[in-house]
């Protein structure tokens, strides 16, 4: 995985620890029942993600139900969210 | 090290318990725990009080204060404990711990919780507040999805194990149902677990423990001062091991989400104190806030080997007739889960098997008792044995 190479991303909410743009989901969960702020976006993904060097939380942004979501697969950084929580998506191969 | 025992229990129904309010809540598990012990009131000398969430839930705090006025119990020192859903016995600890040290005697243990009365959004809220809320809560985290991708990590590690997690659900839930206590008097099956609403995959609603309004107490004493005190000659039960430990607050920042390193650490102390090994223990009272938890709980435990735990809920050994009978009260899972008092809650029902008092849940020939209680994700945990005298 090249993950040392890239240009790391600052966690904001980690303290300052990097994490870098390319992982592997670690482990996830599709959540059906949220919080009031993430209710209207159910089901969405949330995956432990291990870029390497760390381990982190984040929601996985590209998820769909009727595509393949499984520990193993490569994610890559997407984008901020309007709070600066990192955003990652699912790196499918077709 | 100081021999202590417990003297007294009492504890209120739990559920969606209406009319009581946190003091009624209190009065009613507190006296019963006092009357139960045969002690006057004078005797306690100090009171350690578990409560989660009530300065959110119901705008109170100073929970100590409040318990000692309720109660009667005039000038001793209160404190409260909060370790998320292991305050309970957090609470128990310090006062066995301040029995141990030899500043007193007899003091009483508490826990209680009133969840029921707020709004599902507002529950849920209070709950998450015990994960990490910039890494997790903010990212879109509940509660029960962090236990589910520690589900969904556990299959990748050992195989999927669906079917034995709604077993849990099932025998807790027939285990409840002999228990006039519990708060779910319901029978389910698997297919029910697995079918119900889905709340974070492979979770559904019955893979959950409830939102639950409750109250234990415990009194505790030395064992040497109790003939002098005690009104009444009820089979004592000593706290012969105690253990606590704890971990990373977030999922990520543990090093494994198959096995609980709070839970390792505080049985091996507890063992270790009590001079006992798992194969030694007669029956115990497990934190089972999601049926995965359980399952890898009893593995931690030592109870099964690592990704075997399952399988002992699959033949019949967590069962009430099984080699280690776990949540024979109906666990966190169907007695309920009023999250201050829950882990006292695990020791009243170890107690009172012990008395032979369980009645339609009576277990035989118990005399090793084990209690497990975990708070958050994992990050805290505290183990207790109880041998009965």
């Avoid at chain 1, 303290?15 to 993430?38: C, H, L, P, W």
């Avoid at chain 1, 993904?45 to 490569?74: H, L, P, S, W």
């Avoid at chain 2, 119900?196 to 001062?225: E, K």
Wanted: aromatic share 8%; proline share 2%.
């Amino acid at each position: 995985m090249p993950h040392a190479a890239l240009t790391s991303l600052r966690d904001f909410s980690r303290g300052g620890k990097d994490m870098n743009k390319r992982g592997k989901i670690y482990t996830y969960t599709v959540i059906n029942v949220a919080s009031e702020e993430f209710v209207d976006q159910v089901p969405y993904a949330v995956a432990v993600v291990n870029d390497g060097e760390n381990k982190f939380f984040t929601r996985i942004e590209n998820y769909r139900a009727d595509r393949e979501i499984k520990i193993g697969m490569e994610v890559e950084f997407s984008r901020y969210d309007e709070n600066q929580k990192p955003l990652y998506k699912l790196v499918y191969k077709n | 090290m100081r021999s202590i025992s417990v003297i007294g229990i009492g504890e209120t129904k739990f559920g969606k318990l209406d009319n009581y309010s946190i003091r009624d809540l209190i009065n009613e598990a507190g006296n019963k725990a006092i009357e139960d012990a045969g002690i006057e009131k004078e005797k306690i000398e100090a009171l350690y009080f578990s409560n989660f969430n009530g300065s959110y839930w119901s705008t109170q705090s100073h929970m100590g204060a409040l318990v000692s006025e309720t109660l009667g119990l005039g000038h001793i020192p209160t404190l409260r404990t909060e370790g998320a859903c292991a305050s309970g016995t957090l609470a128990l600890r310090q006062g066995w711990m301040a029995i141990a040290l030899g500043l007193y005697d007899v003091v009483l243990v508490g826990g209680a919780e009133k969840m029921t009365h707020q709004t599902t959004l507002i529950v849920t809220t209070g709950l998450a507040s015990a994960a990490d809320l910039k890494s997790e809560v903010s990212n879109g985290a509940t509660f029960p999805s962090l236990f589910a991708m520690m589900a969904n990590r556990y299959f990748h590690e050992y195989g999927n194990i669906r079917d034995e997690m709604a077993m849990c659900a099932v025998q807790n839930h027939e285990n409840a149902c002999l228990n006039p206590h519990a708060q779910m008097h319901k029978k389910i099956t698997i297919e029910k677990v697995k079918q119900g609403v889905p709340v974070a995959d492979p979770l559904t609603i019955y893979d959950c423990s409830l939102v639950s309004d409750g109250s234990v107490f415990l009194v505790l004493a030395a064992t040497d001062v109790v003939k002098s005190i005690c009104k009444t000659k009820k089979r004592l039960v000593e706290i012969v091991g105690t253990g606590h430990a704890g971990d990373a607050i977030s999922i990520s920042g543990k090093s494994s989400l198959t096995t609980l390193y709070a839970t390792v650490n505080a049985a091996k102390e507890a063992y270790k104190m009590a001079g006992v090994k798992p194969l030694d223990v007669d029956f115990a009272e497990v934190h089972d806030c999601f049926t995965i938890t359980q399952i890898i709980n009893i593995e931690d435990l030592g109870f099964f080997e690592k990704g075997k735990g399952a399988k002992g809920v699959a033949d019949g050994r967590t069962a009430r007739d099984g080699i280690i009978p776990i949540n024979v009260s109906g666990g966190l899972k169907a007695k309920g889960h009023p999250i201050g008092a829950t882990g006292l809650s695990m020791i009243y029902e170890i107690v009172t098997q012990m008395r032979g008092e369980a009645g339609e849940r009576q277990l035989k020939n118990v005399d090793i008792g084990l209690t497990h209680n975990l708070g958050g994700s994992g990050a805290t945990c505290c183990v207790n044995i109880f041998k009965g005298l």
